[in-house]
């Protein structure tokens, strides 16, 4: 898409990341499309249909991409966030997997979700919103008056130097093939990739037969597509000289009449799809600017589009209503649940869409590591939290932890401490 000046543009990024969103959120909540509840249904009682769910939106996001880079209609290679960096930062991706898993079991749902139940009444959410905005934003800003962020405090010194150099882009393609040949390479990978996961999700019956698995899969997927799409494609043409908006904004001074309208960044420009916990961390930016356009971003509307999405739908299907904490330890386990999802979310660089379908999307090698980490790190939250239930007093947190890391076999048989349920 070709537009005569940045403004008209950047109008059409910013509306249409909007309008895409609102079908996420409304789709999400009709469906009940929820990558905690995939995870709960399969840990508590082996039901994978929302799980499939959650592998036919990766599908679709991944086929789509695939095609779209193989014909060369757009590239996800200089990507916000940078997916296939060549610094490999498996441990952040791990660490911030296993603490983002954690902290969406206990805060009742992941980045995505949390948007979806604020806009269906759940004033929980709401709280646990303002926590990972702040978190999300002091990660990656520094504390007002000094250079320091939570990341260079409490992370950049031990974690970064985990971080592997490989010289290249970390893309399945790249690594398997090099450089020369990589963009072939991850052309065959992500399609056989894609279509081996369309088809595992296909092939389960319960899931063909459930409408709402299958519509829910099928649209988040495509709504990632679309993204990907429309920040990828929009160019400006300044006498003749083609720009994309990101490059529009880091040449300002020699295209632009005047400063009025500068973006105050122009990484948030770059090619990108949903995600959601960064961007909460931009609208406590945004809102900090007195809601300077100037702060405006794609992520920003995103968290916007999504929560409008969910309250329409919440509204149509009279499924609106308000929820608050049941009792002071409800408030402190969303609230630490919350911080945690804000600090495993920036070091994984993602959630469960962002990295589980938006960045697995592009076959970066460090997004299936956040993916895993994620998965696991809540599927041993659930574990241990239903010993507790079942066992109550005599299921203490260790014991709770070996028994569940032995149901999951990571531990030997020999070391159960309760008898499984």
């Known amino acids: 898409m070709m537009f005569e000046n940045f403004f008209e543009g950047q109008n059409v990024l910013l509306w249409s990341s909007f309008g895409i969103a609102v079908v996420l959120g409304a789709v999400a909540n009709k469906t009940n499309f929820c990558t905690m509840g995939a995870v709960s249904d399969w840990v508590n009682i082996g039901d994978t249909g929302r799980m499939r769910a959650w592998i036919f939106a990766m599908a679709v996001a991944m086929m789509g991409v695939t095609i779209m880079e193989a014909l060369d209609v757009m590239s996800v290679d200089g990507a916000f966030p940078p997916y296939r960096s060549n610094q490999l930062i498996w441990a952040e991706n791990l660490m911030g997997g296993l603490l983002f898993g954690i902290g969406m079991t206990l805060a009742s749902g992941c980045g995505n979700k949390t948007l979806i139940r604020i806009g269906g009444g759940n004033l929980k959410s709401i709280l646990v919103l303002i926590v990972i905005a702040i978190i999300a934003y002091y990660m990656t800003n520094p504390f007002p008056g000094t250079d320091k962020t939570l990341f260079s405090e409490l992370f950049y010194g031990w974690i970064r130097d985990a971080a592997i150099d490989l010289g ?244 030997p048989k020999g070391l159960r401490k309760l008898e499984a349920v």
């Open 168 to 411: 290249r882009s970390q893309d399945l393609g790249t690594i398997v093939a090099g450089e020369e040949s990589g963009a072939k390479a991850t052309t065959i990978i992500g399609a056989i990739l894609s279509i081996g996961l369309a088809v595992f999700a296909l092939k389960s019956t319960d899931f063909r037969g459930s409408f709402d698995n299958v519509f829910g899969g099928l649209i988040v997927g495509l709504c990632i597509l679309g993204g990907w799409y429309v920040s990828g494609v929009i160019l400006v043409d300044v006498d003749g000289e083609v720009h994309s908006l990101r490059s529009f904004v880091e040449n300002w001074d020699f295209v632009a009449d005047s400063e009025e309208g500068k973006p105050a960044s122009f990484a948030p420009l770059s090619s990108q799809s949903y995600t959601f916990v960064n961007p909460m961390g931009q609208s406590f930016a945004y809102l900090q600017a007195g809601l300077d356009r100037a702060y405006l971003t794609f992520g920003i509307m995103a968290v916007f589009g999504a929560i409008t999405g969910s309250f329409l739908w919440a509204l149509i299907s009279k499924g609106f209503r308000i929820e608050w904490f049941v009792d002071g330890k409800d408030f402190i386990t969303h609230f630490v649940g919350a911080v945690l999802m804000g600090f495993g979310a920036v070091l994984a660089l993602g959630c469960t869409l962002g990295q589980g379908v938006t960045g697995v999307s592009t076959l970066a090698l460090g997004s299936f590591i956040a993916l895993f980490g994620i998965i696991f790190g809540s599927a041993l939250t659930m574990k241990i939290q239903y010993y507790k239930m079942v066992y109550e007093e005599e299921a203490t947190f260790s014991k709770a932890l070996v028994t569940s890391l032995v149901d999951m076999k990571m531990l």
